[in-house]
């Protein structure tokens, strides 16, 4: 089976982090071997990812954003799995994602961007502009969050809006 593999910074409570078990609670678990793995020690997110059957998960181990062997740990785990799409959802995991999936020929990279760049650095727009080039997908959350890849000239030609959902069926 495909390999996909979400990489995300950490899985403390937040909104992106409660969005992704959401999601893979929902994929198909017969067509693709779905991991997931935390940048940063896993977090109380954790636990709900761990109790969906057929999900694993993973952490990268790293303590701060500034830990080289994060770049080593996933490159082996991108190699070692067979990962043939990468998903991404924030700063730090897009950058790393981008650049390590691309030197581990992850045939599909997609990026997740879900704010908007207002008052952010330069380099941070600048860095994101570059490392866009390495996804084949930007997926954005809200009209809004497009709208702000687009003012920075950020992957233009490759964003697509994908509202977040809820499963309301009880």
């Avoid at 879900?114 to 600048?126: D, F, Q, S, T």
Wanted: aromatic share 8%; glycine share 6%; proline share 2%.
């Amino acid at each position: 089976k495909p390999v996909i593999l979400h990489l995300i910074s950490d899985l403390d409570i937040g909104g992106t982090e409660k969005m992704l078990a959401e999601l893979v609670k929902h994929l198909s678990k017969e067509k693709y071997r779905i991991l997931v793995c935390s940048i940063k020690p896993k977090g109380l997110v954790a636990q709900e990812i761990q109790a969906i059957k057929k999900i694993r998960l993973v952490s990268l181990n790293v303590r701060t954003k500034l830990d080289i062997s994060a770049f080593f740990k996933l490159y082996r785990l991108l190699k070692k799995e067979r990962v043939v799409i990468l998903q991404t959802y924030l700063f730090f995991d897009n950058l790393l994602g981008r650049v390590v999936g691309r030197m581990a020929c992850v045939p599909i990279i997609i990026s997740g961007q879900r704010y908007l760049y207002e008052g952010e650095p330069l380099w941070r727009i600048l860095i994101d502009r570059w490392t866009a080039r390495l996804s084949n997908l930007i997926i954005s959350n809200s009209t809004a969050a497009k709208q702000s890849l687009m003012w920075q000239r950020i992957g233009k030609q490759k964003i697509q809006v994908i509202y977040n959902g809820k499963d309301f069926s009880l």
